[in-house]
């Protein structure tokens, strides 16, 4: 069953592994810990406590294993690095130097 879960850090598709996650499920890619709050449905940086489960108990640490009752992995949970700024700044330079 294709359930579309992906590392939070490095993207590596986790389709190997079975739901619900262990909580000390790593990834096997970049050994991240999976059960953590970035890699989870509530995870939101815009509220509170960057959590949308009002009665879960504050996770300090959004990046290592938690303990939280609520915990349930989000789909594609990779956010790449934004690399249009990077791109954009190369081809301001690139026409500086007169490249296209
Ligand atoms: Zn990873």
Redesign the pocket.
Known sequence: MAHGIV??????ALEALTLPLRRLEE??????ELHVCRLCVDYDVRVAKHCREPTAEEVRDKEHANFCDHFKPRPKAYTPPDTAAVDKARAELDRLFGKS
């Open positions: 590392c939070w850090k490095c993207g590596a990834c096997p890619q970049c050994r991240s």
